[in-house]
């Protein structure tokens, strides 16, 4: 990997952080971690949160991500 495909990659990776993380600022993404199938337990002096689903959507998003951008700089 050369300089320029490895600097191109760290602005996109930048945009796109700056981007989620204006979309939590909005609330766009208020329903992340409050899919079916996560797991909350909420007890009187404990909480337990186990995010099964999103931690699952979050795979799949990194590895079609990951997959695309190693097509990308062959």
């Given at each position: 990997m050369d300089t320029k495909s490895?600097?191109?990659?760290?602005?996109v990776a930048g945009v796109a952080v700056v981007g989620i993380g204006?979309?939590?600022?909005?609330?766009a993404l208020s329903?992340?971690?409050r899919l079916p199938?996560?797991?909350?337990?909420?007890?009187?002096?404990?909480?337990?949160y186990i995010p099964i689903t999103s931690?699952?959507?979050v795979s799949i998003v990194l590895?079609?991500?990951s997959l695309a951008v190693g097509r990308f700089l062959r």
């Open positions: 490895t600097g191109v990659l760290l602005v204006l979309l939590m600022m909005t609330g329903w992340f971690g199938g996560d797991i909350r337990i909420e007890r009187d002096n404990a909480r337990v931690m699952i959507l590895s079609a991500v």
